[in-house]
């Protein structure tokens, strides 16, 4: 099961810091982060390793940060620099690890239910 929390609305420019909790043996488990905005596909932003790198879409390479806490369990997306085109429904979802860095729905094994990011200009 993953759990996302931490979204709201936030003026262009601020930070907000997304968090995923995981139940299960979560230092095995590669975890990824998806966003989706109304009228578009899904669209994979980053995903973490079991050693915890990272990798980033284009889109959001240098503003955007994934890192996890085994200890809780917890997969982190620190958002920064935000912008009205990350207006996005934001889900973390567990992926098979043998394609961790395909950033692509289809290497999706489970979803968390999402949690909505709003940026205002």
């Known amino acids: 099961q993953l759990v996302e929390s931490g979204g709201g609305s936030v003026q262009s420019g601020e930070s907000l810091r997304l968090s995923c909790a995981v139940s299960?043996?979560?230092?095995?488990?590669?975890v990824g982060w998806f966003r989706q905005a109304p009228g578009k596909e899904r669209e994979g932003i980053g995903s973490?390793?079991?050693?915890?790198?990272?990798v980033y879409a284009d889109s959001v390479k240098g503003r955007f940060t994934i890192s996890r806490d085994n200890l809780k369990s917890t997969v982190y997306l620190e958002m920064n620099s935000l912008k009205p085109e990350d207006t996005a429904m934001y889900y973390c979802?567990?992926?098979?690890?043998?394609?961790?860095?395909?950033?692509?729905?289809?290497?999706?094994?489970?979803w968390g239910q999402g949690t909505q990011v709003t940026v205002s200009s």
């Open positions: 299960g043996w979560f230092s095995l488990f590669c």
């Open positions: 979802a567990r992926m098979d690890c043998g394609w961790w860095r395909s950033l692509k729905s289809s290497d999706v094994t489970s």
């Open positions: 973490t390793g079991t050693d915890g790198t990272a």
